[in-house]
């Protein structure tokens, strides 16, 4: 369901869903992503992103944390490029 996860990242940055709180030189991250029910929390901590949502706890790639990888212009950007470009 690469498509629906495309689909789902553009609406969250386009309707302005994500609020990135920081983001330091030491690979730290953290925002907030407006969910459709309930906000999540997405990080990047020791080079592991994680984010609150449920599809995340099953070990998924959520549109949250994809979204966050696209504004933060992180080393991994690349990779969720391709993961919306797919
Ligand atoms: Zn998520």
Known sequence: MTSSLAAK???LLTNGRVTVHL???L????????????????TLKDGRWACTCQAASFGRR????????????????????????S
């Open 62 to 85: 959520c549109s949250h944390r994809v979204a966050v990888q696209l504004l933060v212009d992180h080393p991994c950007r690349p990779d969720a490029v391709t993961a919306v470009n």
């Open 23 to 25: 983001v330091d030189d």
């Open 9 to 11: 990242t553009v609406d």
């Open 27 to 42: 690979g730290l991250v953290v925002a907030d992503v407006e969910g459709t029910t309930v906000p999540h929390r997405v």
